[in-house]
Each structure stands twice: as C-alpha cells, then as structure tokens.
C-alpha cells in the first residue's frame, strides 16, 4: 500500500494527470465549437484538410505522416488541431541550428589542429568504408580519427570498474551524460569520486534526462549536485503542458575525463545494468571506452546539448584532446543524432551497414520496432544471400513493447533473418557488426523514439579490433 501511495504521489503521476486535464479541455472545447453551427463545423473540417495537405509537403518519415493522416481523417474535428499541438516538432529550431553551426565551426578548427584528414587513408584501404564514414562526416558533422586505442566491455560490471578507474585519475573535467540514473551501488560510488574531484577544483558536469529520471532519483536533484560542486543540467524538464516537447529525449550514455578518455554504449548508471540485483534475469548490456584523438567527438556532443540547455556557446577548444600518441586501433568515429533536424542519422548508419554488407550482419537491440525502410532493408540483406541474425531479449522489461517486437519476427524470418532471443534475461546492448570490418556500439535502439525522438549517440568502427570483440561477444 505504500509504494501504491507513493506512486499516486509521484511528480510523474502528478505531471501526467495535470497534461491528461488539459488534453480532456482542449477536448472539450474543440467538440463545444463543433456544436455551434455550420460555420465552426466547416472551419474545424478546413483545418484538418489543411494540415493533411502539409503533412504530405512534410520531410517527416512517411509511417509517421501516414499515421497522423489516418488519424485527422478518422476524427477530421479535431485531428487537425491534434497534430498542431502534438505533432508538429516544437524544440527551437533557431537555437539548435545556431549550436549545430557553431560546434561544426569549432570541429573544423580543431580537427585541422589535432589531425590530418585520416579519410583519405581509409579511402585507399576500403571505398566503400569510406562511404559509410563519410555519410556521417558530411552529414553528422563528426569527423573520423586514429590515434586512438579501444576497450570493449561485454558487461556494465566491466565498464563500471573501468569508469572508477578512469574517474579517479581525472584532473581537468569530468563530463557526464545519462538518461536514467538511480541511487544505488553503482551510481552511488561514482557520485563519490565525483564530489572528491569537484572539491579538489575539476570541472565535473552532469546532465541527465527529466523524464528518464523521474522515477528514479528525488526531485530537484540537481540542486544537490550544485551544493556538492557539481554543475549540473537537466535535460527538458517533464512539466505539466500541453505540447510534444515532452516526446524528445536525451537518450546519450557519455562520459568523458580530460578530453582523452572518453565511454559510450547502452548503460545507463542504475543497479540492473551491473547485476547488483536481478530485475529481468541477467542483464546483458556492454560499452566500448575510447582513449585518445577519437574521444574528441564525445566532448564536441556533450558540449552541443549542454550549450543547448544554457543557451550559451562554450570554448570547445580548451576540452580538446592532449595530443598524446596512443596507438592505431582502425579507423573510430563516435557521432551523434538529433530529432530537432531533418537527418536520421542513427537508423541511417544502421541501413548503410546492412545494404554494404556482403557476408554477415549481426545485430543486438532490447526492442524490434522497425519501420518499412528497415524492414525492407533486412528482408533484401537476407534474401539476397547474406547471413543476417538478430538477438532480442527474451525476458522483457515491458511487456507490451516485446509483443510488438515479437510481432516483427515472421516476416523477418520468412525472408531468411535468424532472430535470437537471450534466454537468460534482458538484453539492452544495441550492437551491429558486419563481415569483419565495421561495427557500431551505441544508445540507439531499433525503435521509432530511437530513430525519430531521443538524443542518440554511438561509435562507428572500421577495421578495428573491436570488430572481433563484438562479433565474438555476439556469438
């Protein structure tokens, strides 16, 4: 009965009952002016065929157009205001726009002082590698890099060790960027070495998402964070209005320390993603750490959204890599992706290395969501003779969600993909690897808020020994 209590009382519930009145208002008002006349019943009809006619302009994915289309049709009243309210992508576009322009700037200028163009080399070992890296240069705006050695963790207790490790050693700045963090074993002993370093005068920054967030640590967290000398932003705080904005999340998992370590991967810092407890059975999550130029990228996102959430530029320069030499591990290249621009560049990647692949793609993602373009890329990789295999969870951490995956899996496997599901849990790591010579680890599931709705990031290998290590982990 408490936790019942506890959850009615919740900022969530609170949050949500406070947005469904409004939804329930708009409701009602929109159904009143329907009632009075001709007149209002033409202009709600108007309204709605006028929205449809500019969805169809619309640069958006065509499932998510046709969705609302459908949706405006069935209920033309009030469809067409709906969408105006929920589905018009309502984030500041200006700002954004100014940050994208302002960090592709500080990029440039950086990557001419830290390195040369480390494309062309990769263009004389592999072209068509170098199409793949190039797409997310041109079009992500990250550059590729060498000098650069890479630890691939199978498991968030390998990464957690590591992280420990590395954040003890910290002496300028400390970066973090999570979507969920709870109180726990594993959040709690880095928040120690955290508030050491802060009183010790490094730069330690954390920021983490609203809505990821709510349920798992208290309200007004961050002002505990300042009082320990830690900066810290929330990342679009979940308040009671009425409007999409809600919808976009910052789904990025970073950490970076002095510019030349940098982590990435699927681990949120909460308990399950260490095993400290069992939640959905075994928790099967994994991560790579990066040390050296390539680390550059991670810094350039974090400080991208932490720009965007104060609205001020930072100097980029003084948080760039030391230029120490580290060694050659391939070709490494970490980006970003970002709802609030035209780009899909994470499902993008994901389709580049499944319409490349010549021998085998293997792929791991917690949720089986795909719209047609990957649907219809899967089904040709696999009919046309390539070795395609996906592992899913097989115990759930919702329901719901693993029956629309499950739902994905005939006509995948009719056309020749071999689907997996982990038996012993929950697998949460978002992995792709194809024929010994690419492979990404990242936050980006294989999911419509992954590819339309969340902050994503991930790191691009080409020719790397990681290549091995995930192919391996997978088998």
């Known amino acids: 009965m408490k936790k019942v209590l506890k959850f009615l009382c919740s900022r969530l519930v609170i949050v949500t009952l406070a947005i469904l009145v409004q939804f329930c208002f708009l409701l009602f008002i929109v159904l009143k002016l329907s009632t009075y006349g001709l007149y209002a019943y033409v202009s709600l009809q108007l309204i709605s065929l006028v929205v449809v006619l500019w969805i169809v302009t619309k640069r958006d994915n065509p499932s998510y157009k046709i969705a609302w289309i459908i949706a405006i049709l069935i209920f033309p009243f009030f469809g067409g205001i709906f969408y105006l309210v929920f589905g018009n992508k309502t984030m500041d576009k200006k700002q954004a726009q100014r940050i994208r322009d302002y960090a592709y700037k500080q990029v440039e200028e950086s990557h001419q002082v830290i390195g040369a163009d480390i494309g062309e080399s990769l263009e004389k070992e592999a072209p068509h590698l170098k199409r793949q890296s190039d797409y997310i240069s041109n079009v992500g705006l990250y550059t590729i890099w060498k000098n650069t050695q890479v630890e691939y963790f199978p498991l968030g207790e390998d990464f957690w060790a590591a992280l420990l490790r590395e954040l003890r050693k910290a002496e300028k700045f400390i970066f973090m960027e999570y979507f969920i963090i709870q109180e726990g074993k594993m959040w709690n002993a880095v928040l120690d070495i955290m508030k050491e370093k802060a009183a010790a005068g490094v730069d330690v920054r954390l920021m983490y998402d609203d809505l990821g967030t709510i349920q798992t640590l208290p309200p007004h967290y961050y002002r505990q964070m300042e009082e320990a000398g830690i900066k810290c932003a929330v990342f679009n705080p979940f308040r009671p209005r009425l409007n999409s904005m809600f919808n976009y999340r910052d789904h990025r998992k970073i950490t970076v320390i002095d510019g030349d370590v940098g982590f990435c991967g699927g681990l949120n810092l909460a308990d399950e993603y260490i095993n400290a407890y069992e939640k959905h059975g075994h928790w099967k999550d994994t991560a790579v750490m990066l040390r050296g130029d390539g ?9 991208q959204l932490w720009s965007y959430r104060d609205g001020k530029n930072a100097d980029y320069h003084e948080y760039r890599p030391s230029g120490r030499q580290y060694g050659d591990d391939g070709y490494i290249q970490p980006y970003g992706d970002s709802p609030i621009d035209e780009f899909n560049v994470a499902e993008n990647i994901y389709l580049q290395i499944i319409n490349c692949a010549k021998k085998y793609v293997y792929i791991t993602t917690p949720y089986l969501i795909l719209d047609n373009e990957m649907t219809t890329a899967l089904t040709i990789a696999a009919e046309s003779g390539v070795d395609v295999r996906i592992i899913t969870p097989h115990i759930p951490d919702k329901w719901y969600v693993h029956a629309v995956t499950r739902s994905s899996y005939r ?6 993909v071999r689907i997996y599901e982990y038996t012993p849990g929950f697998i949460h790591s978002k992995m792709f690897v194809a024929d010994d010579e690419v492979g990404v680890v990242g936050t980006a599931n294989m999911d419509y808020r ?10 691009a290998f080409f020719r790397s020994s990681v290549i091995q290590s995930v192919k391996q982990d997978i088998l």
């Open 411 to 416: 006509q995948l496997i009719e056309a020749g």
């Open 295 to 303: 680390t550059w990228n991670l810094t350039i996102m974090f400080l």
């Open 450 to 459: 992954s590819f339309y709705l969340h902050f994503e990031c991930g790191v």
